[in-house]
């Protein structure tokens, strides 16, 4: 179902093309007829069913396809039916038919639900995927899993009468994290000092807006080095010193085992292993100063620069608690550079709705519409940044001036959609021209 050089996408892979393969090569003989119904992302452009639109393992001739991502109520996904049969070749286009209509209720027998249903054929031809990618696809990293939420992100307490130390502040699970976690994390809290050498700050997918974001504080058991992070176990923390946030992981530990399944348990034994899944929270850089965001799920994008050296601040009380640095979490993807123009020249290009709607044949859909982005945009040839370049130093200037003007405006709405949306129309003029420099930058005007 996958090429040698995609391992990268063995989770991505949908179990329903599986499915499809190894019942036909099983069970169908030669010339045998399958009808399958199937998520209809396999018939878009996303990359882990490149392979299997090929139909070549075994070897089968699509006849047909019946789309149904515009009847509803249906399936909880939007769905498509296969026809093939077992042997020849596949070859494209295909005759399809599309059903679009709303059905009174669910399950309906088939010559009762035609009575509500329309058709239209049409050719299916696969999307074409870009062959050119980004010079930046390769660079671009998912953020660490820093999971659960309830062992690691913090809001502070202040002591009635003692107040608050900001060498090693006294913490507890925040209420957000606390309200946000299932089973068999929920209601699962964690309290007491840490050295304020391991709170750090991160930005939730739902708190990333267009040239925006808001920071959430995390107790992370990490130190800089000149290349990464280096993370610490119990024995790491007491042998430097760090009773506290040594305390801190010994709770994080025993809740880990006593909570995880047990499978994950054999996976990741210590919890400080599965925090850095991947290697995805010791690999990021904190000495590159400038980060570009953007959110690895979801409709449409949204991007943010952050700034390393010029991290908020949280009030506490009257006294003021600095977090000693920033990681990306696992919703969000990250690009890391020293250069700040490279940063915001990506930023306005992710931001733009050119680039928004490039990508819309390439990504999953869900119930409620398109899913997956992670490293899509990158899939375009969005180019080098080039310093001497005007359309690359005004993309730029237009995300540095927008990124001002969002952290003035005073957001009203609470959904994420409708805040980015309100984030949006705030900037409606700079993201005209963005626009339309992006689109002569990447030769879709």
């Known amino acids: 179902m996958l090429r040698s050089d995609q391992t990268h996408l063995f989770t991505a892979i949908e179990i329903a093309t599986l499915f499809f393969c190894r019942v036909s090569d099983l069970y169908l003989k030669d010339g045998g007829i399958i009808g399958f119904i199937m998520p209809r992302t396999v018939l878009t452009g996303s990359l882990q069913h490149e392979e299997f639109k090929k139909f070549k393992n075994p070897p089968m001739t699509l006849h047909k396809i019946l789309d149904l991502e515009d009847v509803s ?33 669910k399950n309906l027998r088939l010559a009762e639900a035609t009575q509500y249903l329309k058709a239209k054929d049409y050719l299916y031809q696969p999307p074409q995927i870009p062959q050119t990618k980004s010079p930046y696809h390769d660079f671009i990293k998912a953020g660490a899993t820093i999971y659960p939420r309830n062992l690691f992100f913090v809001e502070f307490v202040v002591h009635p009468t003692l107040g608050i130390d900001l060498e090693k502040p006294y913490c507890k699970t925040s209420q957000e994290a606390v309200e946000s976690a299932k089973e068999p994390w929920k209601n699962i809290t964690v309290e007491g000092n840490v050295e304020k050498e391991f709170i750090y700050v991160t930005v939730l997918s739902e708190d990333l807006l267009p040239f925006r974001c808001e920071f959430k504080p995390v107790v992370l058991p990490i130190k800089p080095t000149s ?16 009773n506290y946030m040594a305390s801190w992981l010994e709770k994080a530990q025993k809740l880990w085992e006593e909570k995880a399944t047990k499978r994950m348990l ?11 899944y991947m290697k995805k929270l010791t690999s990021q850089n904190p000495s590159k100063r400038y980060v570009v965001l953007y959110n690895t799920s979801g409709v449409n994008i949204a991007s943010c620069v952050v700034d390393r050296q010029n991290q908020p601040s949280f009030k506490v009380g009257n006294l003021i608690i600095r977090p000693n640095g920033f990681v990306a979490y696992e919703t969000t993807m990250l690009y890391e550079t020293d250069n700040e123009l490279e940063a915001h020249y990506l930023s306005a290009i992710l931001n733009s709705d050119i680039v928004n709607e490039a990508i ?44 001002e003007k969002a952290s003035r405006i005073k957001l009203t709405k609470k959904s994420v959609a409708t805040r980015r949306k ?12 963005i626009n339309k420099l992006v689109s002569q930058l990447l030769g879709t005007g």
Do not use: W
């Open 73 to 105: 109520p249906l399936f909880n996904v939007p769905a498509c039916a296969l026809i093939a049969s077992k042997g020849g070749k596949t070859e494209y286009p295909v005759p399809a038919r599309r059903f679009s209509g709303k059905l009174p209720e």
């Open 227 to 242: 290349s990464g992070y280096r993370i610490l176990d119990v024995e790491d923390l007491r042998g430097e010193g760090y």
């Open 266 to 276: 054999l996976e990741y034994p210590r919890i400080i292993s599965y925090i850095d």
């Open 360 to 403: 819309k044949p390439y990504q999953t859909k869900g119930l409620y519409g398109e899913r997956h982005i992670v490293r899509r945009p990158f899939m375009l040839p969005i180019p080098k940044f080039d310093p001497n370049n005007p359309v690359h130093r005004r993309l730029a200037e237009l995300s540095k001036i927008c990124h």
């Open 422 to 433: 309100e984030v949006r129309e705030a900037l409606k003029a700079e993201i005209v021209e």
